[in-house]
């Protein structure tokens, strides 16, 4: 039986021994060898059709079914929607060598229509598969990423984004082979994506960004997180995301539990800022233990002194900070209770309490001794609606240690009574979301940064803002007040530290030196230094009073995370995205002990005393770290 190719013809199935259709009198083969047999799908741009290879029906080696894609001259949209398949067909010329994406095998423009032929792949994509078979289980999905996060890498190795990634589009072939994927009709070259194009990709699995116009690597990620879940619980994507709390709540429809380590590469697929997602496919199978990690020490030979300031850190004769010892520091208590990245840590200032907050929008108060979780404050939902809407960014503890205060991606700070364990006030007004916040040597003045780049100087006393700064262009990554309570400094991801005079308000200076977002920032105690980490994956120290550079280490193999600085050695820690926490002598600015990770660590803190070091991480752990 041959199909007609007139998509206006109303009778167009013929006998197999026609050359034109009985009924309109188009010619039946495409290029004297494709023979239309079936229609299998119609849609916006065209039709797609099962064909039979004539010129390859005779060989043993070549199957003779094929795709046939085709885009009718006369469809609404004809120029546009030619520009795409031409696009389509010069990437599957590439792509298609690939063995789980179907080869190019003929491309055809004609005076009516413009024509793909694709390999045919013989099986159920997984939308059917899902209909016939039922949920697919924890190890069904890990096989799933396992075939397809190699096949994301390979296309954008290749600088294609798919931007139409979903189960309808993931082909199972018969035989039970590698999965594969199909229809780059909506792909698109990654270097034309840096202006806002027209709105390409399914409702549901589409990424925030893409849905803007501007997809990115990461948004194909996102799409194959969404599959996974929608394949996991059954449920479309608009079911499985909450509106009202903006947030994905797929956990609650599994019909049964998956792992912790699942669970948290499906939410670090599923973040909405493309920041907190994968960057790329290679970091998911990592984390997924399906591909090693590269070394993650750099060389020893990993610092250097700037020729223009001198060539050690000032004078400390005053301090009574002790040298750093060459001790052991190994993990002593790993604490889980969170469902999502640590985001925020903080330690009293009696060393007896340990609070976190994380992506999953809770705060848990610990025992820093014993790791016993003492209480929660949950994230805002139907039972708890007083807490957090989105995640955690900072959490500090008053002075005395009888109020706990949290700022989130919400655009709020609360005040929680650790007493009565209830709230005590919400401050709301920054209009973005927190991104930084510290508080005053007395208690009674809170800083907060904003992800727009704003600062604020609030009294706790009466809720109030009593300053606002503007300088910086981008979200505050760090406000530390010095010891003296004299000067404030803030770092950016605009790539500059501002010092402010803590009492006028006045800038002082802008310090530019990193060559990518300052990401931490932190004082040491008496105030002389400022040490600054970056997405460059260097750290700086800098003399406070000349505002000079002093010193740059290169210090991790990825971003840095946060800075920590011990209270009575010359000591300093660092954490990062490479997985690993490092501890440097401030002096020499030489390493003293790399102390691993599985997952990216995003928050450290010192013990008061400076015999913990506590760090979270984005394995939803925190490692609480002691010295033999």
Same mark, same amino acid.
């Given at each position: ?20 259709? *009985? ?73 298609? *060598?690939?063995?789980q994406i179907p080869a190019l095998l003929d491309h055809f423009e004609l005076e009516t229509a413009q024509y793909l032929v ?270 957090? %809407? ?214 450290? %803190? ?23």
């Amino acid at each position: 039986m041959s199909y007609c190719l007139n998509p206006a013809c109303s009778k167009p199935q013929n006998p197999d021994d026609v050359k034109f259709c *009985q009924n309109c009198g188009v010619k039946l083969l495409l290029g004297d060898r494709y023979q239309p047999i079936k229609l299998i799908g119609q849609g916006g741009f065209g039709r797609t059709l099962l064909a039979i290879d004539r010129a390859a029906s005779a060989s043993k080696n070549q199957p003779p079914f094929c795709v046939i894609k085709q885009l009718v001259a006369q469809y609404p949209g004809m120029k546009r929607s030619g520009d795409l398949m031409r696009q389509e067909a010069a990437q599957l010329a590439r792509l298609g *060598q690939h063995p789980q994406i179907p080869a190019l095998l003929d491309h055809f423009e004609l005076e009516t229509a413009q024509y793909l032929v694709q390999e045919f792949i013989d099986g159920q994509n997984l939308e059917q598969v899902l209909a016939t078979e039922g949920l697919f289980s924890e190890q069904q999905v890990r096989s799933l990423l396992a075939d397809l996060l190699p096949v994301l890498r390979f296309i954008h190795a290749n600088q294609v984004i798919h931007r139409d990634l979903k189960p309808s589009n993931i082909i199972r072939p018969a035989g039970d082979g590698h999965l594969v994927l199909v229809d780059f009709g909506a792909s698109k070259i990654a270097p034309e994506t840096a202006k806002t194009e027209t709105v390409i990709g399914s409702a549901g699995y589409a990424a925030p960004e893409q849905v803007m116009g501007r997809a990115e690597f990461a948004s194909d990620l996102y799409s194959l997180g969404v599959t996974c879940v929608h394949l996991l619980t059954g449920m479309h994507p608009f079911d499985l995301y909450s509106i009202g709390e903006d947030a994905w709540i797929w956990r609650q429809y599994l019909p049964k539990p998956i792992s912790s380590e699942l669970r948290r590469v499906l939410d670090k697929l599923l973040q909405k800022a493309t920041r907190q997602r994968y960057s790329n496919a290679t970091e998911a199978l990592q984390d997924l233990r399906l591909e090693r990690v590269a070394p993650i020490d750099p060389p020893d030979q990993f610092s250097r002194t700037d020729a223009q300031t001198p060539q050690k850190i000032p004078s400390r004769k005053q301090s009574t900070r002790s040298q750093p010892t060459q001790a052991i520091w190994r993990c002593v208590q790993t604490i889980e209770g969170h469902e999502g990245e640590i985001t925020a840590l903080a330690i009293d200032r009696a060393g007896n309490l340990l609070a976190t907050g994380g992506t999953d929008r809770a705060i848990y108060l610990w025992d820093l001794a014993t790791g016993e979780r003492l209480h929660c404050f949950l994230g805002r939902s139907l039972w708890f609606g007083v807490g957090h %809407s989105d995640r955690i960014t900072a959490l500090t503890f008053s002075p005395e240690g009888r109020f706990l205060i949290s700022a989130s991606d919400d655009g709020t700070i609360k005040q929680w009574d650790l007493k009565t364990l209830r709230l005590v006030s919400t401050l709301s007004g920054h209009g973005w979301g927190i991104s930084a916040m510290t508080l005053s040597e007395d208690g009674y003045l809170l800083v907060s940064g904003d992800r727009e780049g704003r600062i604020q100087l609030w009294d706790l006393e009466t809720e109030t803002v009593i300053s606002s700064l503007n300088n910086q262009r981008n979200a505050i990554s760090a406000v530390v007040i010095s010891p003296d309570q004299q000067l404030l400094v803030s770092s950016s991801l605009d790539k500059t530290i501002c010092f402010w005079d803590f009492q006028t308000d006045i800038l002082l200076k802008t310090l530019k030196g990193h060559l990518d977002s300052v990401t931490a920032a932190t004082l040491t105690p008496n105030g002389r230094t400022l040490l600054s980490g970056s997405a460059d994956r260097t750290i700086k120290l800098w003399d406070v009073v000349s505002a000079s550079q002093i010193k740059v280490i290169a210090a991790h193999r990825d971003s840095i995370t946060d800075l920590a600085v011990h209270p009575r050695e010359l000591l300093f820690a660092s954490s990062s995205e490479d997985n690993t926490v490092k501890l440097w002598n401030v002096q020499t600015g030489s390493r003293i002990v790399t102390l691993p990770h599985p997952w990216a660590v995003n928050q450290i %803190s010192f013990s008061p005393d400076g015999e913990l070091l506590v760090s979270g991480s984005a394995d939803e752990t925190i490692r609480i770290w002691q010295r033999d």
